[in-house]
C-alpha cells in the first residue's frame, strides 16, 4: 500500500512538474498570427530564418485571411488571449478596426521614426484616424514579366520601362501577326488575380478612379479597348493562376501578375525574362501596391514582447532578409545588398520604376467592404466576362454591373478610397 | 420485455450521429437559402437566377449527366457481361477496371489536364504522329465542343468502376439455371441478354443509376480542374459564392438546387425502375 502512495506521489509530483515546465514555455513564446507568407516554406522560412535572430521564442501561425476577422472576434469573446502580433494586408486589418481589436501604436511609431518608412504608407496604417493601428511590414506589387524572345517586336521608339497601353496591345499584336501565336498571358484563372488587374490598373489608368468612374464614357472606351487586346491574349489565360507556369513553358511571353506569383520564373531564369513596370492609360500609370502590416491585438498577453517583435521585423537587416527568403520587399530604407539573388532584383527594380514613374497613380485595395470584397471583385470579373470573352456591349454591361456595385456600396457604407476622389457619405458610382 | 428495445438502443448512435451531422445542416443550409438580412426571402434565388453564370451553369450540369449517365450504363454493362466469360484472371481485369475508383476526383483531373493541355501528353503524341503542326488548344473558351467531350472521357474514365462493381454483384446474384432454361428452348444470346438477364439485374440497374446520377449532379472536382471558369457546373458555383464571393446566402440557394434535382432523380429511378412485388 505504502509502495502504490509513494509511486502515485512521484507521478503527481513528475505530473505536476511537467504542466509548470509546459506553461512556463508557453509563457515564453509569442504568438504571431499571420494572414501572409502561409505556403508551408514561406512559413518555413519565416520560422528558421527570419525569426531566428530575435532573442524569444516566437510560435508562427497562418489563418486564411476571410477567418483572420472571425478568430480575432473569437478571441475577444473567449476569456484567454493568445495572439499577440497580427500580421496582415492592409485590407485585412480593415475589418479589425470596427470590431475595435488593435492596440494603438503611436509610441512605436515614434521609436520607428528614424528607421525611414514613407509617409504614406505610414498613414495608410491609421485607417483615417488619429491611431497608428499598424506599423508597415513588407510590401510587394503586380508588375509585367516579358520573355526575351519578345522584346524584338516592341513598337519602334517604345520604352519598356514606360510603356503605354496602346503600345503594350500593338507590341502583343505584332508577335500574333510575326509568330502566329497569342502570346500575352493574364492571370484570368479560377484562383488568379485577375480583378486586381481592374481595381488597381486598367480603371485607374483609363478612368482616374474605380467606383466613381465605373460607367463612364472613358470606361466605356477602355472596355472596348481592352477587348481588342484580348485578341492577342492567349485564350488559355482564362485557366491561368500563377503567371509564372505559362511564362517557364513559353506558352506566354507577356504576362501580368503579382510579383509573388512570377517570381519562380524570375529566380529560375533571370537572363531570360525581363521585368517592367504596369503600362499607363491617359490618366496616368494605375497600380496596386500591396502593404502588409503588423498589429498588436487588444489583450495580447505580451504586450511587450510583441512590440519588440514589431521593431525587430522593422529592423533593415530583417527586411532585406525578408526579401532574400520570401519575395516580399522592405518598407523601411535599406539598401538591396550587391549580391541579391538576380531573380529578385529584377522584380524589386520594376516595383522601383513604377512607384518611382512621374505618372505613377497608387490604388488601393478595396477598403471598407469587409467581408464583402469577394463581391466587389465579381463585378469586374462578372464585366469582363460579358463585354470581352461573351462580346457584349459595354454600355449596357457597365450600366447592369453599376447598379450591383450601387448596392454594394450603399449596403456597406464603404467611403472612397484612393484614387477615387474623397466622398461624404457611401463611395458611389456616377 | 427489455428485448424489444435492444434492437432500437443498438441502431441509436449512428441515428444520433446522422441527425447530428447530416439533418441538423441540412436544416440549416435550407433556412440559410431563405434568409436574407434574417428575413425570409426568395431574395438568394432571386441572386442567382440573374447571376451570368447560372444558366450556364444548369445547362452544363445536365448536359454532362445525360450524356455520362447512360453511357456509363452501357460501358458497364457491356463490360460486366464481358466479364461472364472471363475465366483465368477475372479478379485482375476486375480489379484493373476499378483502379479509378480509388483516385481521388481532384487526382483525376489533374491526370486528365496533364494529357489535354497545350503542352499536354496528347498533344505530344499528334504531333509526333504529324497529325497536328503545332499545339492545339482543347480546354479553352473558344473550344466548347473540346472542352465538354474531355470532361465527358474524363468522368467516364473515373467513374464508370463504381457503376461496373454494383451491375457485377447483380450478375453474379442471378442464378445460372435461368439462363440455361432459356438457353434449352433456344433463345439466342442477345434474346438471354434482353429477356432473362436486364429485368433480373434491374434493382443492381436502379441502385447504380440514382448513385450514378446523384453523384453525376454533385460533380465538382474533375471540372474545375479541367474546365475552371470555363465550364461553370452547379456545385462550382456554389463554391464560388461560398469561397470567392462570400455570399453564403446564394450558395446555400445552389446547394438546395443540387439536393432538389438529385432528390427529383432519385424518385424518377425509384418510379421508373420500380421491381414488382412478385418478382422480389
Not at chain 1, 33 to 49: D, F, G, H
Not at chain 1, 409 to 419: F, K
Not at chain 2, 178 to 196: I, L, S
Request: charged share 15%; net charge negative; proline share 7%.
Amino acid at each position: 500500500m505504502r509502495n502504490v502512495l509513494a509511486w502515485l506521489g512521484s507521478t503527481l509530483f513528475t505530473a505536476g512538474l511537467l504542466t509548470t515546465a509546459a506553461d512556463a514555455s508557453r509563457a515564453e513564446s509569442l504568438v504571431f498570427l499571420s494572414t501572409q507568407l502561409r505556403p508551408i516554406e514561406e512559413a518555413q522560412n519565416m520560422r528558421k530564418v527570419i525569426l531566428k535572430d530575435f532573442p524569444r521564442e516566437v510560435d508562427y501561425v497562418t489563418e486564411q485571411p476571410p477567418q483572420l476577422p472571425v478568430r480575432i472576434k473569437a478571441e475577444q469573446q473567449g476569456v484567454t488571449h493568445t495572439i499577440d502580433v497580427v500580421g496582415a494586408l492592409h485590407g485585412e486589418l480593415q475589418p479589425l478596426v470596427p470590431l475595435d481589436a488593435l492596440v494603438p501604436l503611436d509610441d512605436l511609431a515614434g521609436q520607428l521614426n528614424g528607421r525611414g518608412i514613407p509617409d504614406q504608407l505610414m498613414t495608410l496604417g491609421k485607417f483615417g484616424t488619429a491611431h497608428q493601428l499598424y506599423i508597415p511590414w513588407m510590401q510587394a506589387s503586380y508588375i509585367m514579366v516579358a520573355n526575351r524572345e519578345a522584346l524584338p517586336y516592341l513598337p519602334g521608339g517604345a520604352d519598356i520601362n514606360a510603356l503605354g497601353y496602346d503600345q503594350l496591345a500593338s507590341w502583343a499584336s505584332a508577335i500574333q501577326e510575326k509568330t502566329g501565336k497569342r502570346l500575352l498571358g493574364f492571370p484570368a484563372g479560377p484562383q488568379g488575380l485577375m480583378h486586381r488587374f481592374f481595381e488597381g490598373f486598367l480603371y485607374p489608368s483609363y478612368t482616374g478612379g474605380v467606383v466613381v468612374p465605373f460607367r463612364s464614357e472613358a470606361a466605356e472606351a477602355m472596355w472596348a479597348y481592352f477587348a481588342l487586346l484580348w485578341k492577342s491574349v492567349n485564350p488559355n489565360s482564362t485557366s491561368y493562376n500563377f503567371m509564372q507556369e505559362p511564362l517557364l513553358s513559353g506558352d506566354v511571353w507577356i504576362g501580368f501578375d503579382h510579383i509573388a506569383r512570377m517570381l519562380d520564373a524570375l529566380r529560375q531564369k533571370p537572363d531570360e525574362f525581363v521585368a517592367f513596370p504596369a503600362p499607363s492609360g491617359p490618366k496616368g500609370r494605375g497600380y496596386m501596391p500591396v502593404l502588409a502590416g503588423l498589429a498588436v491585438v487588444k489583450g495580447a498577453p505580451e504586450m511587450n514582447g510583441a512590440m519588440a517583435l514589431i521593431d525587430y521585423l522593422d529592423q533593415p537587416e530583417t527586411q532585406i532578409l525578408t526579401a532574400r527568403s520570401v519575395g516580399f520587399f522592405p518598407v523601411v530604407k535599406a539598401n538591396l545588398p550587391p549580391d541579391l539573388e538576380p531573380g529578385l532584383r529584377l522584380g524589386a527594380n520594376a516595383i522601383e520604376k513604377m512607384q518611382s514613374a512621374k505618372d505613377a497613380l497608387p490604388a488601393l485595395l478595396p477598403i471598407g467592404l469587409g467581408q464583402r470584397g469577394g463581391e466587389f471583385d465579381k463585378v469586374f470579373m462578372d464585366t469582363f466576362q460579358l463585354v470581352v470573352l461573351r462580346g457584349q456591349k459595354p454600355r449596357a454591361v457597365l450600366d447592369r454591373e453599376a447598379e450591383t456595385l450601387r448596392r454594394l456600396m450603399t449596403e456597406t457604407d464603404a467611403p472612397c478610397w484612393q484614387p477615387d476622389p474623397p466622398h461624404t457619405g457611401a463611395c458611389q458610382v456616377q | 420485455m427489455r428485448a424489444r428495445y435492444i434492437p432500437y438502443l443498438l441502431i441509436a448512435p449512428s441515428l444520433g450521429f446522422l441527425t447530428m451531422l447530416f439533418f441538423v445542416p441540412l436544416a440549416q443550409t435550407i433556412a440559410l437559402a431563405f434568409q436574407a438580412d434574417g428575413i425570409w426571402s426568395t431574395e438568394n434565388f432571386a441572386r442567382m437566377a440573374v447571376d451570368l453564370n447560372f444558366t450556364d451553369a444548369v445547362v452544363n450540369t445536365f448536359e454532362i449527366v445525360i450524356i455520362v449517365v447512360p453511357l456509363q450504363l452501357l460501358l458497364a454493362l457491356a463490360m460486366a457481361m464481358m466479364l461472364q466469360h472471363v475465366r483465368a484472371g477475372r479478379d485482375i481485369v476486375l480489379w484493373i477496371w476499378s483502379i479509378p475508383l480509388g483516385i481521388s476526383d481532384l487526382a483525376a483531373g489533374l491526370v486528365w489536364l496533364a494529357i489535354l493541355t497545350d503542352k499536354g501528353y496528347l498533344n505530344t503524341v499528334l504531333l509526333a504522329l504529324g497529325v497536328l503542326s503545332g499545339p492545339q488548344s482543347w480546354l479553352t473558351y473558344e473550344t466548347p465542343a473540346t472542352l465538354l467531350a474531355a470532361i465527358v472521357v474524363a468522368e467516364l474514365w473515373r467513374a464508370t468502376a463504381i457503376v461496373l462493381v454494383i451491375l457485377v454483384s447483380g450478375v453474379q446474384l442471378i442464378p445460372k439455371e435461368y439462363g440455361e432454361a432459356a438457353e434449352v428452348f433456344g433463345a439466342t444470346p442477345w434474346q438471354r441478354f434482353t429477356r432473362v438477364t436486364l429485368p433480373l439485374l434491374r434493382p443492381s440497374i436502379q441502385t447504380a443509376l440514382i448513385l450514378r446520377t446523384v453523384l453525376a449532379f454533385e460533380m465538382f472536382a474533375i471540372v474545375l480542374s479541367i474546365g475552371g471558369r470555363n465550364f461553370p457546373v452547379l456545385v462550382s458555383e456554389a463554391f464560388n459564392w461560398q469561397y470567392n464571393q462570400q455570399d453564403f446566402g446564394v450558395a446555400a440557394a445552389y446547394a438546395v438546387i443540387v439536393m432538389g434535382v438529385s432528390l427529383a432523380a432519385t424518385l424518377v429511378y425509384l418510379r421508373v425502375l420500380r421491381t414488382p412485388a412478385e418478382q422480389r
